[in-house]
Structure formats: C-alpha cells, structure tokens
C-alpha cells in the first residue's frame, strides 16, 4: 500500500511537470477566461447591440428590450462553458492515456512496477485539477467583470458555489475521456467518442423519472445556484455522475491490466 501511495505521488508529481510544461493548464484557463470576459461583455452590452440592430427594422419598432442585471453574466457563463469550453476541455485531454500508448512509454512504466491503477488515477486527480482550476478562474474573472460592469457581482459564496454541479460534470466527462482515450486506437476516434458522449447524455434529460437524475443536469444549475437558489435533484445527479466516473475509470483500469497481462 505504501509503494503504491509513493508511485502515485511520484507519477502525479510527473504529470503535473508534464502538464504544465505543455502548457495545459494555462491554454485551458485562457480559453476559459476569455469566454468569461465575453460573457459578461455580452450580457451588458447586448441591450445596445439588439437595439442597434433592431431600430433599422421597422417590424421590430416599439419593442422593448429588458434592461440587462447582474444575473445576465452568468447565465452567458454557463451557456458558454456548456458548448464551447466543454468541447475544448474534451478535446484537450483526449489523448492523454492515448499518447504513452503510442510512444510505448506506458509499457515501460507497467513493467517498472506501476500498476495501472495508479496511473490511471494519477491523471485524472492532475487533469481533474486542471479542470477545476481553469473554471474556477473563469468563475472568479465574470465575478470581477460583473463587479465593473453591473456594479454588483452577487455573493461571493454563492458564486462559487454555482459552480459545482459544471466542476463535477467535467470530472465525470474527464473519466469518460480517459477511458475513451484508453480503448481508442487513434486520436481522431478518441475525440469522436468523448465528443458523442457528452451530446449523447442531454437525450437522457427527456426521459420519464430518470431524466430528472440525469448528470447532465447539472449543466443547467450554475446559474440558479449562483443567485442563491436551489437546484431540484442536485444531489442524486452529483452521486449519478460519481458513479459513471467511478465505472468510466474502471474501465479504463480494466482496458490497461489486458495490455499488461
């Protein structure tokens, strides 16, 4: 047990080097980030630009556009991060286990004595960090932005809160990339099957009684949670998509003690 908390820390600690060498965490952040000042650029501004775009329009004449509140910034967050940053989050770690795989590195790795537990586990807990990091700084910049702009920001606890059931989400779709990554023979099909997963867990939602408990509900609490509500279910999908990591990671163990045996 000993050695196989020191060949998780040694492993973690290699990855986290090799992570931040090839500069993961900081083309993750900037991605995610960047949507967040676009966010928070569109909820205030996007009155001026409908307007503009509208008062050339005489079927449009009259109408009233609300004006823009705080709340507005975050609901562009989740919206963004949902689409666009979880797609470049997928795309990001496709290839991690897919990678020593076609170098022959994790070959060498398991006939040194690491099991393939410990190295499946130590990415995810680096990647996983990653992942957490880069929305939390996305989180905290609209916070800030929001702050300038709209004069009010919300409540700090409340912000970071809203940001859980997205943080768990990822950390599920980051166990099913790696057990993608894992089986997939190729980049490109890695990337197919992550992508086709995610897209493939929102027809869960229409589901009768168990699309209530569906993980990819979390996608639609940030922004609930954030104005200091409540979200319906929460708990039972947070527990449904531990378990669909817990069983993606597996996988992906069981995939790698067959190239070892």
Not at 137 to 163: K, M, P, R
């Amino acid at each position: 047990m000993m050695l196989s908390v020191n060949n998780f820390k040694t492993f973690a600690g290699k990855e986290f080097t090799e992570n931040l060498r090839t500069k993961k965490l900081l083309a993750l952040a900037c991605v995610f980030i960047l949507l967040a000042l676009m966010s928070v650029l569109t909820a205030r501004f996007m009155v001026e630009i409908l307007t503009a775009a509208l008062s050339a329009e005489e079927a449009f004449a009259g109408m009233v556009i609300p004006d823009p509140v705080w709340t507005d910034s975050y609901a562009q967050l989740y919206s963004n991060l949902t689409q666009i940053g979880m797609l470049a989050f997928v795309m990001l770690f496709m290839g991690v286990i897919l990678h020593e795989k076609s170098t022959g590195t994790i070959d060498l790795m398991l006939a040194k004595g690491l099991t393939p537990t410990v190295f499946v586990l130590s990415k995810y807990a680096v990647a996983g960090i990653i992942a957490l990091a880069a929305l939390y700084f996305a989180v905290f910049t609209t916070y800030v932005y929001t702050l300038l702009l709209f004069d009010y920001g919300g409540q700090i606890g409340n912000i970071l809160i809203g940001a859980v059931p997205l943080g768990v989400f990822m950390l599920m779709m980051l166990a099913l990339t790696l057990m993608w990554s894992a089986i997939a023979k190729s980049t490109a099909i890695s990337a197919m099957l992550g992508i086709v997963t995610f897209f493939l867990f929102i027809p869960i939602e229409f589901i009768p009684v168990v699309g209530l408990y569906s993980p990819s509900r979390l996608l639609g609490h940030g922004l609930t949670l954030s104005a200091g509500g409540s979200a319906e279910n929460l708990f039972v999908q947070i527990i449904a998509a531990i378990a669909v990591s817990v069983l993606a990671l597996a996988a992906a163990v069981v995939v790698l003690r067959r190239r070892e045996g």
